[in-house]
């Protein structure tokens, strides 16, 4: 229970810590851009202005959420460290893992907060224009969040096993790898070659499958998907979550914090 | 309360560097209720020791172990130590109560405990006046106050300061040790490194020496005084309107008292000649 605690300690004050800086500011400004865009867009659009609002939105709500994650996920031990903020956290009776779970969960509440922001104001966008409600709307935005949650997870472990500049570059490889590999997979090249049919196997089992959570093209043209596909996914991105948690917490327990 | 028992520390950045022999076979043990400070130029591994005993790194030999006084496991061990890194910066957003308030709760305070620990605190270390501004504008001085505040929330046995006093002007300085004198006086263990040796000679009861990664004094400062002291007098005194000093070897004192009262000079003072604390490490280590 003491341990519970002291991990939402830590997630409250990560997350106060990040609301306080510019962040706030920075996804308001987002906002507001992403407006723009979709005035302008809504604007020279002839037909479809809701879809093409939408597109926007979804796009701009994912790279912005993946984003964050990226950046300020990198420096979720390398700052620490830096700045020594760490020792001051676990040279009181706060076990390691504690301490990874309580940065990842509060970092994980500013991602939340943002894609809130964000989706309420493309939705609202949308909605105006004359766009209709459809469940798989929410479904959208809520993989958007996994997907960030899985980006951070990521760079997390990546910034625990190198510097904080190779783990951003590596987890936005990730990133595109994960959201292309599955059409990769579909080429003629690929399915005439057993050796590179088995990298992407290989791929399939340890490295993130973003391309799983990408529901926009769904959203926009309307397309049928089962529910089946969407509890599987999820439960995909909880399994993928806990091995990377998982992972990040062992490697944080051995790590030599110098 | 805690022991270091033969820990060594071998540091390998780059494959094709030497290997760096940060600690070799380090021995001692900080006792109860004593002010020991942890002297040793700069890379001579007083931090890497700091680190190791508080479980940031782990030795590549030896081990560490903590008393039953502080705890049965590691973790409980930590509720009863209060530890300061060195040149520390904390999170910028947070104010400096906020941070008081995060510090108090990973030690299992509960928020009128972390507030009334604040109260008294906050005013010794004269920092209250600042206490809900952000992290960010504080100074060094500030900052430094503010850590060592977060260190004493939870009552701790042990404290542990990583270069406590580093970069403070002299006020401040004094401010600090002040401190540490009252924490001394309140039976609390003490354990601070540093590289300014009269701070140490002024509120410390015993010394370790670490040089190049190995102890090569530990005792008390008496001791170490008392061992070192020169066969000298210093003998002060006024002759006329003017107070003149001599060091006289101590089997020509007698002589040359005689000779000066004989001459109608008033005597001052008279004290055995002794060395620094600094003088004599200085020795230490051009040895």
């Given at each position: 229970?003491?341990?519970?605690?002291?991990?939402?300690?830590?997630?409250?004050?990560?997350?106060?810590?990040?609301?306080?800086?510019?962040?706030?500011?920075?996804?308001?400004?987002?906002?507001?851009?992403?407006?723009?865009?979709?005035?302008?867009?809504?604007?020279?659009?002839?037909?479809?202005?809701?879809?093409?609002?939408?597109?926007?939105?979804?796009?701009?709500?994912?790279?912005?959420?993946?984003?964050?994650?990226?950046?300020?996920?990198?420096?979720?031990?390398?700052?620490?460290?830096?700045?020594?903020?760490?020792?001051?956290?676990?040279?009181?009776?706060?076990?390691?893992?504690?301490?990874?779970?309580?940065?990842?969960?509060?970092?994980?509440?500013?991602?939340?907060?943002?894609?809130?922001?964000?989706?309420?104001?493309?939705?609202?966008?949308?909605?105006?224009?004359?766009?209709?409600?459809?469940?798989?709307?929410?479904?959208?935005?809520?993989?958007?969040?996994?997907?960030?949650?899985?980006?951070?997870?990521?760079?997390?472990?990546?910034?625990?096993?190198?510097?904080?500049?190779?783990?951003?570059?590596?987890?936005?490889?990730?990133?595109?790898?994960?959201?292309?590999?599955?059409?990769?997979?579909?080429?003629?090249?690929?399915?005439?070659?057993?050796?590179?049919?088995?990298?992407?196997?290989?791929?399939?089992?340890?490295?993130?499958?973003?391309?799983?959570?990408?529901?926009?093209?769904?959203?926009?043209?309307?397309?049928?998907?089962?529910?089946?596909?969407?509890?599987?996914?999820?439960?995909?991105?909880?399994?993928?979550?806990?091995?990377?948690?998982?992972?990040?917490?062992?490697?944080?327990?051995?790590?030599?914090?110098? | 309360?805690?022991?270091?028992?033969?820990v060594s520390k071998v540091f390998?950045?780059?494959?094709?560097?030497?290997?760096f022999h940060a600690l070799k076979s380090v021995?001692?043990?900080?006792?109860?209720?004593?002010?020991?400070?942890?002297?040793g130029a700069?890379g001579a591994g007083k931090?890497t020791s700091?680190?190791i005993?508080?479980?940031?790194?782990?030795p590549t030999?030896?081990?560490?172990?903590?008393?039953?006084?502080?705890?049965?496991?590691?973790?409980?061990?930590?509720?009863?130590?209060?530890?300061?890194?060195?040149?520390?910066?904390?999170?910028?957003?947070?104010?400096?109560?906020?941070?008081?308030?995060?510090?108090?709760?990973?030690?299992?305070?509960?928020?009128?405990?972390?507030?009334?620990?604040?109260?008294?605190?906050?005013?010794?270390?004269?920092?209250?006046?600042?206490?809900?501004?952000?992290?960010?504008?504080?100074?060094?001085?500030?900052?430094?106050?503010?850590?060592?505040?977060?260190?004493?929330?939870?009552?701790?046995?042990?404290?542990?300061?990583?270069?406590?006093?580093?970069?403070?002007?002299?006020?401040?300085?004094?401010?600090?040790?002040?401190?540490?004198?009252?924490?001394?006086?309140?039976?609390?263990?003490?354990?601070?490194?540093?590289?300014?040796?009269?701070?140490?000679?002024?509120?410390?009861?015993?010394?370790?020496?670490l040089k190049d990664g190995e102890v090569v004094?530990?005792?008390?400062?008496?001791?170490?005084?008392?061992?070192?002291?020169?066969?000298?007098?210093?003998?002060?005194?006024?002759?006329?309107?003017?107070?003149?000093?001599?060091?006289?070897?101590?089997?020509?004192?007698?002589?040359?008292?005689?000779?000066?009262?004989?001459?109608?000079?008033?005597?001052?003072?008279?004290?055995?000649?002794?060395?620094?604390?600094?003088?004599?490490?200085?020795?230490?280590?051009?040895?």
């Amino acid at each position: 229970m003491r341990e519970i605690n002291k991990i939402l300690t830590i997630a409250k004050f990560t997350f106060k810590e990040i609301i306080k800086s510019n962040i706030l500011v920075n996804i308001f400004f987002l906002g507001l851009g992403l407006l723009l865009v979709t005035y302008v867009a809504y604007s020279f659009t002839y037909g479809e202005p809701a879809r093409i609002a939408l597109d926007f939105g979804l796009g701009t709500l994912s790279l912005s959420s993946v984003g964050i994650a990226i950046f300020i996920g990198s420096g979720i031990l390398a700052k620490e460290i830096d700045s020594r903020t760490v020792y001051m956290i676990i040279s009181r009776p706060v076990p390691r893992y504690c301490f990874i779970l309580g940065k990842v969960m509060g970092l994980i509440l500013v991602l939340i907060v943002n894609v809130l922001l964000l989706s309420t104001l493309t939705l609202s966008a949308y909605f105006f224009i004359g766009g209709e409600f459809a469940p798989i709307l929410m479904w959208s935005i809520l993989f958007i969040l996994f997907e960030a949650i899985i980006a951070l997870l990521v760079v997390s472990l990546l910034s625990l096993i190198s510097s904080q500049t190779i783990a951003v570059i590596l987890s936005m490889i990730v990133y595109v790898l994960g959201h292309a590999i599955d059409g990769v997979k579909l080429t003629s090249m690929i399915a005439k070659n057993k050796v590179l049919e088995s990298i992407i196997d290989v791929y399939h089992f340890f490295l993130p499958g973003y391309y799983k959570l990408n529901l926009k093209e769904h959203v926009i043209y309307k397309q049928n998907i089962e529910l089946d596909y969407l509890v599987n996914n999820t439960f995909y991105v909880l399994f993928y979550s806990l091995f990377l948690i998982t992972l990040c917490v062992l490697t944080f327990n051995k790590k030599n914090l110098d | 309360m805690i022991d270091f028992c033969n820990v060594s520390k071998v540091f390998n950045t780059d494959l094709l560097k030497k290997d760096f022999h940060a600690l070799k076979s380090v021995t001692f043990n900080i006792p109860e209720g004593k002010t020991i400070g942890f002297l040793g130029a700069n890379g001579a591994g007083k931090t890497t020791s700091l680190k190791i005993a508080m479980d940031f790194i782990r030795p590549t030999s030896g081990e560490i172990k903590y008393n039953e006084s502080l705890g049965k496991n590691k973790l409980e061990a930590f509720k009863n130590i209060g530890y300061l890194p060195e040149r520390p910066f904390f999170y910028p957003h947070l104010t400096g109560l906020e941070f008081c308030h995060y510090m108090g709760a990973l030690t299992d305070l509960s928020k009128a405990e972390i507030e009334s620990q604040v109260n008294v605190w906050a005013i010794k270390f004269k920092i209250d006046f600042a206490l809900n501004r952000h992290i960010k504008n504080y100074s060094k001085g500030m900052l430094q106050r503010i850590g060592f505040l977060a260190t004493l929330l939870h009552n701790p046995k042990l404290i542990i300061l990583d270069e406590p006093l580093a970069g403070l002007d002299p006020i401040g300085r004094k401010e600090l040790k002040d401190i540490i004198v009252q924490l001394r006086d309140e039976g609390k263990t003490v354990f601070f490194s540093s590289h300014i040796i009269s701070d140490v000679e002024e509120i410390c009861d015993s010394v370790i020496f670490l040089k190049d990664g190995e102890v090569v004094f530990n005792g008390s400062v008496d001791q170490i005084m008392k061992d070192n002291i020169k066969p000298e007098t210093r003998i002060s005194y006024f002759d006329g309107d003017s107070l003149l000093t001599e060091v006289i070897p101590n089997n020509k004192k007698e002589e040359y008292l005689s000779k000066l009262l004989k001459d109608g000079k008033e005597i001052v003072s008279l004290q055995a000649e002794k060395p620094t604390l600094e003088e004599i490490f200085y020795n230490v280590k051009k040895n």
